[in-house]
């Protein structure tokens, strides 16, 4: 079997690799995008600049052009020297040019478990509708990702409405895939033809990675009962918005990556077609920082929001390290992943009766009683291999006499995937393996039919402590249970990517997390190498990451815009961070995976509410001019930001005093201060607006701020009267001396009904 955690990121790998070269290649012949800004205001045509350019370089090259787009912004990709990106760079009404670029992916219980968190009675009848998500919600969730597999049982559209008539997409044909493949639940399907460079082409929408369809299925896959990978995780899976209508756009292949100007071209379809949603379970990697001009996500986003359509990403898988988060734009709601509370549990018994609990999906067959001979890799090592590598099972570092028919006992020191451990074992005839690691608590590898668990350095020591006690040490290694009410939970994944973002720091990311490890969600139903020993491919399959965190997210977005279809998406966002959860399940604050507690550069707002979104309160509306500051403040001049912006206000220009640590002021829902001097102190100003109906209401506000900061809001009680109406307020930081750390807290406004929280985070550093 092919372990799918390995392939995922292995998949992620490649994709880094061709990040690299892609950016090494910048000054060579390639692809580049050519990036234009705002589309016309009459729907489908281009600008003139951008005919005339279009026409200029089909006049020199036919074959030149890859893409061009003109619903939701002007541009294009082409086919150019250096010196040719170079001179269209220089062209009027051109904002950017820069290659295209390679993005990776990030990569049924998660729902009940927010559920539960949430203190929501769920009816236990299976049939029920009672939480209401279930039904017709007519919300449009587009998602960008490796396809879709239509004949998942998740993807029915019993008892759906019609297809709302603002729908403008289309279900395109391929040899794999035909019109009859979309229904009332797929209702748009469109895939991006690989370049012509590409050595394999794949022209289809269906998938043939399983992320796709397991993204989708996660934000709005249909009920289905009974299903389960191989008997684990048994239950009812569906999807977070149930009754939302999916459109597919197949931007990643499994031989090409996620390319840049396949990226935008789905966002410009996406943005004619009429969703709601977009979902993007996809990024840079962390180490690729490209400025927002140069980034097609960000660009696609921007327009995407312009229109009214909310767009989610996932943070990134490159955590636990700090200012590692993607997908940073402030227009972008970005989702940081958290564990949940079931388990996949495959114990390690050993010769003196002790039971150790390990991580792991397997369903081996060996003997329940210890009586397996169990080694440490160390003590196996070949005699010319290096300690550090037998302690790892690294290829050619082991005896394979000393191995085979044993269990062995393996260090994840090199932090390299599990599997790869079970690989080296397996050919060298051992039986079984143990691993310890130190930083995967809480996300289960699949070992197929092979005897593997994953368990802790502090289990590790006993272990080996055990070995070392006898002459003739024994084991065993049992198959995977996979129990649920796992306490604590929900604990934000080691790898998911962390804040401050660094573009800027002023902007506090994520925005907020979501579950994202071990999510039971449809899969590809051809999937062979998935499968274990003797067993069918699975039809639901578990895997990890803020792929998954993110269409949790983009499922509620999707039915609080069905709830409230005049939101714009910045109250959407606001409504998900602001009723966010910071406890777990015993009732403690939510920790990271080494158990201390999260901060916002962990998890945004906290782990989010699915039904608290719903009825807020108040909202953070984070406006068009907001965003034209945020681009005033980042550096951009007015001549570029009209170019970019399809509407200006008359008269808006920059303020004359733009620079970064201005950002802190936009309206968004949480608070970034960077560059603080404890001297002058920094103030910022916020304005929330009623959502909550008409009838007089006042809020009060609460401070929650660490000792070496003095926080003061002003004034401390906001009244509304009637829906719609706007209040603001003046927060002011300052402190006795010097902050030697970041640090962080809270201001929450609340009426007895309703608590609308804002994190904050305050550094000393500067924003580079």
Same mark, same amino acid.
């Given at each position: 079997?092919?372990?799918?955690?390995?392939?995922?990121?292995?998949?992620?790998?490649?994709?880094?690799?061709?990040?690299?070269?892609?950016?090494?290649?910048?000054?060579?012949?390639?692809?580049?995008?050519?990036?234009?800004?705002?589309?016309?205001?009459?729907?489908?045509?281009?600008?003139?600049?951008?005919?005339?350019?279009?026409?200029?370089?089909?006049?020199?090259?036919?074959?030149?052009?890859?893409?061009?787009?003109?619903?939701?912004?002007?541009?294009?990709?082409?086919?150019?020297?250096?010196?040719?990106?170079?001179?269209?760079?220089?062209?009027?009404?051109?904002?950017?040019?820069?290659?295209?670029?390679?993005?990776?992916?990030?990569?049924?219980?998660?729902?009940?478990?927010?559920?539960?968190?949430?203190?929501?009675?769920?009816?236990?009848?299976?049939?029920?509708?009672?939480?209401?998500?279930?039904?017709?919600?007519?919300?449009?969730?587009?998602?960008?990702?490796?396809?879709?597999?239509?004949?998942?049982?998740?993807?029915?559209?019993?008892?759906?409405?019609?297809?709302?008539?603002?729908?403008?997409?289309?279900?395109?044909?391929?040899?794999?895939?035909?019109?009859?493949?979309?229904?009332?639940?797929?209702?748009?399907?469109?895939?991006?033809?690989?370049?012509?460079?590409?050595?394999?082409?794949?022209?289809?929408?269906?998938?043939?990675?399983?992320?796709?369809?397991?993204?989708?299925?996660?934000?709005?896959?249909?009920?289905?009962?009974?299903?389960?990978?191989?008997?684990?995780?048994?239950?009812?899976?569906?999807?977070?918005?149930?009754?939302?209508?999916?459109?597919?756009?197949?931007?990643?292949?499994?031989?090409?990556?996620?390319?840049?100007?396949?990226?935008?071209?789905?966002?410009?379809?996406?943005?004619?077609?009429?969703?709601?949603?977009?979902?993007?379970?996809?990024?840079?990697?962390?180490?690729?920082?490209?400025?927002?001009?140069?980034?097609?996500?960000?660009?696609?986003?921007?327009?995407?929001?312009?229109?009214?359509?909310?767009?989610?990403?996932?943070?990134?898988?490159?955590?636990?390290?700090?200012?590692?988060?993607?997908?940073?734009?402030?227009?972008?709601?970005?989702?940081?992943?958290?564990?949940?509370?079931?388990?996949?549990?495959?114990?390690?018994?050993?010769?003196?009766?002790?039971?150790?609990?390990?991580?792991?999906?397997?369903?081996?067959?060996?003997?329940?009683?210890?009586?397996?001979?169990?080694?440490?890799?160390?003590?196996?090592?070949?005699?010319?291999?290096?300690?550090?590598?037998?302690?790892?099972?690294?290829?050619?570092?082991?005896?394979?006499?000393?191995?085979?028919?044993?269990?062995?006992?393996?260090?994840?020191?090199?932090?390299?995937?599990?599997?790869?451990?079970?690989?080296?074992?397996?050919?060298?005839?051992?039986?079984?393996?143990?691993?310890?690691?130190?930083?995967?608590?809480?996300?289960?590898?699949?070992?197929?039919?092979?005897?593997?668990?994953?368990?802790?350095?502090?289990?590790?020591?006993?272990?080996?402590?055990?070995?070392?006690?006898?002459?003739?040490?024994?084991?065993?290694?049992?198959?995977?249970?996979?129990?649920?009410?796992?306490?604590?939970?929900?604990?934000?994944?080691?790898?998911?990517?962390?804040?401050?973002?660094?573009?800027?720091?002023?902007?506090?990311?994520?925005?907020?997390?979501?579950?994202?490890?071990?999510?039971?969600?449809?899969?590809?139903?051809?999937?062979?190498?998935?499968?274990?020993?003797?067993?069918?491919?699975?039809?639901?399959?578990?895997?990890?990451?803020?792929?998954?965190?993110?269409?949790?997210?983009?499922?509620?977005?999707?039915?609080?815009?069905?709830?409230?279809?005049?939101?714009?998406?910045?109250?959407?966002?606001?409504?998900?961070?602001?009723?966010?959860?910071?406890?777990?399940?015993?009732?403690?604050?939510?920790?990271?995976?080494?158990?201390?507690?999260?901060?916002?550069?962990?998890?945004?707002?906290?782990?989010?509410?699915?039904?608290?979104?719903?009825?807020?309160?108040?909202?953070?509306?984070?406006?068009?001019?907001?965003?034209?500051?945020?681009?005033?403040?980042?550096?951009?001049?007015?001549?570029?930001? !009209?170019?970019?912006?399809?509407?200006?206000?008359?008269?808006?220009?920059?303020? !004359?005093?733009?620079?970064?640590?201005?950002?802190?002021?936009?309206?968004?829902?949480?608070?970034?201060?960077?560059?603080?001097?404890?001297?002058?102190?920094?103030?910022?100003?916020?304005?929330?607006?009623?959502?909550?109906?008409?009838?007089?209401?006042?809020?009060?506000?609460?401070?929650?701020?660490?000792?070496?900061?003095?926080?003061?809001?002003?004034?401390?009680?906001?009244?509304?009267?009637?829906?719609?109406?706007?209040?603001?307020?003046?927060?002011?930081?300052?402190?006795?001396?010097?902050?030697?750390?970041?640090?962080?807290?809270?201001?929450?406004?609340?009426?007895?009904?309703?608590?609308?929280?804002?994190?904050?985070?305050?550094?000393?550093?500067?924003?580079?």
């Amino acid at each position: 079997m092919k372990p799918l955690v390995t392939f995922i990121f292995g998949l992620t790998s490649f994709f880094i690799f061709v990040s690299l070269f892609t950016e090494t290649v910048a000054e060579k012949d390639g692809v580049y995008i050519v990036y234009m800004g705002a589309a016309p205001k009459t729907k489908g045509s281009l600008r003139h600049d951008h005919a005339q350019l279009l026409s200029s370089l089909l006049k020199r090259n036919k074959n030149a052009l890859v893409r061009s787009y003109k619903n939701g912004f002007s541009g294009f990709a082409a086919r150019l020297s250096a010196e040719e990106a170079h001179s269209i760079a220089q062209r009027a009404g051109v904002v950017s040019v820069f290659p295209d670029p390679v993005l990776e992916l990030h990569t049924t219980r998660s729902w009940d478990f927010l559920n539960y968190q949430t203190s929501v009675v769920i009816d236990s009848n299976p049939n029920s509708n009672s939480n209401s998500t279930s039904n017709d919600s007519g919300a449009i969730i587009g998602i960008l990702d490796t396809g879709i597999w239509p004949e998942s049982e998740s993807f029915n559209d019993k008892a759906m409405g019609p297809i709302p008539s603002r729908w403008n997409g289309t279900c395109a044909k391929a040899q794999d895939f035909n019109t009859s493949n979309c229904n009332k639940k797929i209702i748009g399907a469109r895939s991006y033809e690989d370049d012509e460079t590409s050595v394999i082409k794949y022209q289809s929408p269906r998938d043939m990675v399983g992320h796709g369809t397991h993204v989708a299925s996660t934000a709005a896959g249909s009920e289905v009962q009974g299903v389960s990978y191989y008997g684990l995780a048994e239950g009812t899976a569906k999807g977070g918005s149930p009754g939302s209508r999916i459109a597919m756009y197949r931007v990643c292949s499994p031989n090409n990556g996620c390319r840049g100007s396949s990226i935008l071209a789905a966002f410009d379809d996406a943005i004619a077609d009429g969703v709601d949603v977009l979902s993007l379970s996809l990024g840079a990697p962390s180490f690729f920082k490209p400025q927002i001009t140069d980034d097609p996500i960000a660009l696609g986003a921007f327009h995407a929001v312009q229109h009214g359509i909310t767009v989610v990403c996932s943070a990134g898988n490159d955590g636990p390290d700090p200012g590692t988060v993607v997908n940073a734009a402030p227009w972008i709601v970005t989702v940081a992943a958290s564990t949940i509370d079931r388990a996949f549990e495959s114990e390690v018994v050993l010769g003196n009766n002790t039971v150790i609990k390990g991580e792991g999906i397997n369903f081996a067959s060996i003997q329940k009683s210890p009586v397996y001979p169990i080694v440490y890799g160390k003590s196996a090592k070949k005699k010319d291999a290096d300690v550090n590598d037998s302690r790892n099972c690294n290829t050619n570092s082991l005896d394979q006499e000393l191995v085979k028919g044993k269990i062995v006992v393996c260090e994840n020191l090199d932090k390299t995937y599990a599997n790869e451990h079970m690989d080296e074992v397996k050919q060298l005839g051992g039986i079984g393996v143990v691993l310890i690691d130190y930083d995967s608590k809480g996300m289960a590898s699949s070992f197929g039919t092979f005897p593997m668990t994953v368990i802790s350095s502090e289990d590790g020591a006993k272990v080996l402590s055990y070995i070392n006690s006898t002459k003739n040490p024994v084991a065993t290694i049992l198959r995977t249970t996979s129990p649920t009410k796992y306490t604590p939970a929900p604990i934000i994944a080691y790898f998911s990517s962390r804040g401050p973002s660094t573009i800027p720091k002023n902007i506090l990311k994520p925005d907020i997390a979501a579950p994202g490890v071990n999510i039971l969600a449809a899969w590809m139903g051809n999937d062979t190498a998935e499968a274990p020993e003797g067993k069918d491919p699975p039809l639901y399959n578990l895997i990890s990451g803020t792929s998954m965190a993110c269409p949790h997210v983009s499922g509620i977005a999707a039915t609080i815009k069905s709830k409230n279809p005049t939101w714009s998406p910045s109250a959407i966002r606001s409504a998900i961070m602001t009723t966010a959860n910071q406890i777990n399940n015993l009732k403690a604050p939510i920790t990271t995976e080494k158990g201390v507690a999260a901060t916002p550069y962990d998890f945004g707002a906290g782990e989010v509410s699915p039904t608290g979104p719903l009825q807020p309160g108040l909202v953070y509306e984070t406006t068009a001019i907001d965003y034209l500051n945020f681009l005033c403040h980042h550096g951009y001049n007015i001549t570029t930001i !009209k170019t970019i912006a399809n509407a200006i206000p008359d008269g808006f220009t920059c303020p !004359k005093e733009s620079s970064i640590d201005l950002i802190s002021n936009i309206n968004y829902p949480s608070i970034a201060i960077t560059n603080f001097n404890e001297k002058a102190g920094r103030k910022v100003n916020r304005t929330l607006t009623n959502v909550a109906g008409d009838g007089n209401s006042v809020y009060t506000v609460t401070i929650d701020s660490p000792a070496n900061l003095d926080v003061k809001v002003v004034p401390n009680k906001l009244q509304f009267t009637k829906n719609g109406d706007k209040s603001s307020y003046e927060v002011s930081f300052s402190a006795a001396n010097p902050l030697k750390e970041d640090v962080f807290g809270s201001i929450a406004w609340s009426n007895g009904k309703y608590k609308v929280r804002s994190p904050f985070a305050v550094s000393s550093k500067r924003d580079n």
